[in-house]
């Protein structure tokens, strides 16, 4: 999935000329590109911290795009649809609900996200770095950090403003897990696309075995799981909460899955 919707550049001139169909692709690709080695942790820890940040970011955009993928009246005018980084995983559940995917849980990418908001908050309320030690991969960073919205943000004691500082230390251990949950929930936005979307065309009947590598979770009721003894693989129906046709009776004529 790709949000990128700049079509014009600038030339110096002050003008914006279209881009070619050709440009348009190299560009969608270059930045797909970018995207993937977003989430390859970097052996340098404050770039390492850079990518966990724009990780979050990215996930939160995504999640977001699928107001508009799934044309959920987003604007076209000002207030337009902001990221929302307190809800994501419940936003994820619910596009999943809202696509017919079943999830193994009523928790997934929970813990996840909430590691992942907990670290980029420290990070976007630093005001600097008090040291950086050791070497990868046990490198780990101390910052010192606003306690931004906390009760003790700032005090008055005998007539003197007091700005109350906190200092956090990060490790490089703890930055890849959050980076790699990150990687998993930005590969099930991927997966809830085209279950959800580009493949809910496919008839319940039909196995996914041909796209199987791109489902990130799997459900107990599955049974084995692929490589081991007695597994088989699901069909879109088990991957579905309702039958496709019932489902697709249940949207706005303009909204059904065509052919």
Request: proline share 8%.
């Amino acid at each position: 999935m790709t949000s990128e919707g700049d079509d014009a550049r600038d030339d110096g001139s002050g003008t914006s000329p279209r881009l070619t169909a050709d440009e348009i692709r190299r560009q969608i690709r270059a930045n797909q590109q970018a995207e993937e080695r977003l989430f390859v942790p970097s052996p340098i820890i404050d770039r390492l911290l850079w990518q966990v940040c724009g990780a979050w970011e990215t996930v939160i955009e995504q999640v977001r795009f699928f107001h508009y993928v799934l044309a959920e009246d987003p604007p076209t005018d000002p207030p337009f649809v902001h990221p929302d980084g307190e809800n994501v995983a419940r936003d994820m559940r619910r596009i999943a609900r809202k696509v017919n995917l079943r999830l193994p849980s009523d928790s997934e990418w929970t813990a996840e996200c909430k590691r992942a908001k907990a670290m980029r908050d420290d990070l976007g309320h630093m005001l600097h770095f008090k040291s950086i030690d050791g070497s990868t991969p046990n490198q780990s960073v101390t910052l010192l950090r606003v306690p931004y919205r906390e009760p003790d943000e700032m005090t008055v004691r005998d007539g003197w403003a007091w700005h109350n500082r906190r200092t956090i230390t990060i490790t490089e251990r703890d930055a890849r897990e959050v980076l790699a949950g990150l990687s998993y929930v930005n590969d099930c936005i991927f997966a809830l696309r085209k279950f959800g979307v580009e493949f809910a065309v496919w008839p319940d009947n039909r196995s996914i075995e041909i796209v199987l590598r791109i489902m990130p979770w799997w459900l107990d009721e599955w049974g084995a799981k692929p490589g081991e003894d007695g597994w088989a693989c699901p069909t879109m129906r088990q991957v579905r909460v309702r039958p496709k046709a019932e489902f697709d009776a249940s949207l706005p004529p303009g909204m059904r899955p065509e052919f």
